[in-house]
């Protein structure tokens, strides 16, 4: 029997994924300090596969069901607005994340709300962004297309390339700093994984149904960890803030959201698929968390105290989330 067209089911597979991503996320949160091969493989490496995969699911979603170009633009309030709430969420409760409030200026008011006040905002500074290009700026025959999907690649190859230019250029110091924070924080690196996501949703309808089909993604999937795993070739892992700006990454990256159409239809993981259902409140909640466990026991040094306080912060942003969800329904996408 053959799939049922994308917008007459709930793909279980892409929750599956986005269940796996938010794992990741919060390992990369909880990241042990006295741990150098797992902070290098791990921690910059596999997990950092989790934000481009969400930024591909959001543009293969947009690709095969193809929203109207209004939807696009409330879209774009609603980010816009999720940003500004969780901003000042944060900014509320820094006592808890161990932080004292600072004297209130209009720099510090920008950059509170700029992509990297707290772990995991630049994700939601990157969101508005995106839909504000494809709603606004981008020719709706346009979407999809080869040449929007070479232009994305063009500028975040170009990025790239200008981090690593920039490690042994004279005033290298200031300049990383100014490039760190932009490459984190705009379209330069993040518009690629999300017109990715975009040209594959667009042809997801030819996604493969054979055995071999079926062989091939499943290779995608697994060939991916380990793209991210190594550092191949040298690129910026080293510049501190830019951990997304390495070629593994963006290959890794980029075999996920060829084994996008496969996976969304087929990959079946009941009780990741209910986590991933939950990622973005997971995803916005998880650093206070954290933060909390730190203060109480402390910041995990090795492995073990990782992966129990990565534990501990889903079993309580979970619940928390569905909560929530109930209660201040606007306060979620």
């Known amino acids: 029997m053959s799939a049922a067209p994308l917008e007459d089911q709930r793909l279980r597979g892409l929750d599956a994924l986005k269940g796996i991503a938010i794992v990741l996320v919060v390992a990369i949160h909880a990241a042990p300090s006295h741990a150098p091969a797992y902070t290098e493989h791990v921690v910059n490496g596999i997990a950092r596969l989790a934000v ?5 699911i959001s543009g293969f979603l947009v690709g095969s069901r193809r929203p109207s170009r209004a939807k696009l633009r409330l879209y774009f309030r609603k980010f816009l607005r999720l940003h500004l709430f969780y901003g000042a969420l944060y900014w509320i409760l820094e006592p808890l994340r161990g932080l004292e409030y600072a004297p209130i200026t209009l720099k ?10 707290y772990a995991g905002q630049f994700y939601l500074f990157v969101l508005p962004q995106l839909y504000f290009v494809l709603a606004f700026l981008v020719p709706e025959r346009l979407w999809g297309s080869t040449r929007l999907l070479l232009g994305s690649l063009s500028l975040s190859a170009g990025t790239v390339a200008l981090l690593t230019w920039s490690i042994e250029a004279p005033g290298a110091d200031a300049l990383q700093r100014v490039l760190a924070r932009l490459g984190n924080a705009s379209l330069f690196l993040w518009l690629f994984p999300f017109c990715l996501g975009l040209w594959v949703g667009e042809r997801s309808a030819s996604s493969p149904r054979t055995t071999l089909g079926a062989a091939f993604c499943v290779l995608l ?4 960890p380990s793209a991210a795993a190594f550092d191949w070739p040298a690129t910026v892992g080293a510049i501190a803030g830019v951990p997304y700006a390495r070629w593994s990454i963006g290959i890794g ?3 996920l959201a060829f084994a996008l159409p496969w996976a969304s239809r087929n990959l079946r993981l009941p009780h990741v698929s209910a986590l991933g259902r939950e990622s973005f409140g997971i995803f916005v909640f998880n650093p206070v968390i954290l933060s909390v466990l730190q203060g109480q026991f402390g910041a995990a040094t090795n492995v073990s105290e990782s992966m129990l306080s990565t534990a501990v912060t889903l079993a309580v942003a979970f619940p928390l989330t569905r909560v929530l969800r109930k209660r201040i329904p606007f306060a979620f996408p």
């Open 108 to 117: 510090g008011v920008l950059m509170h709300f700029a992509g990297a006040s």
């Open 221 to 224: 999937l697994l060939l991916a």
């Open 253 to 255: 990256a980029t075999l």
């Open 52 to 56: 481009p995969l969400f930024l591909i």
